[in-house]
């Protein structure tokens, strides 16, 4: 399907490689645009800002995706049944980190800039 407006970041993989950074996208673009609230519990949003937010949240998510969720028509259950469905990653995501990082040594790699690359990945 052809985007009528490009991706302002990547979209949500269905393969959860994605979910951690998509989710902070998700949340600094929703606050840039004003609609955060939209996807916290009991928020007063009125109908035109639900449907923009929805709109941006499906926009940003795999078609498949998009497909399992083809009925929700609020923002804070589809943020809610994502976050349910791939939150159990910083659970594993967060060990594995913290083990990379007790590995981590200058010495094994040629280059400072391979090292950095490495901090990096293991930091975010």
Do not use: G
Not at 6 to 34: P, R, T
């Amino acid at each position: 399907m052809a985007n009528i407006e490009n991706q302002k970041f990547i979209a949500l993989d269905i393969s959860e490689k994605n979910y951690l950074s998509w989710v902070l996208d998700v949340k600094l673009h929703l606050s840039a645009k004003n609609l955060r609230h939209t996807i916290d519990e009991d928020n007063a949003a009125s109908n035109e800002e639900r449907a923009t937010a929805l709109i941006f949240l499906r926009h940003h998510i795999d078609d498949d995706l998009k497909y399992e969720y083809l009925t929700v028509e609020n923002p804070l259950e589809l943020w809610q049944n994502l976050n349910d469905r791939f939150e159990h990653l910083k659970a594993v995501v967060l060990p594995k980190a913290l083990n990379d990082w007790s590995q981590l040594r200058f010495q094994d790699f040629k280059t400072v800039s391979e090292y950095n690359f490495t901090l990096f990945k293991i930091v975010s």
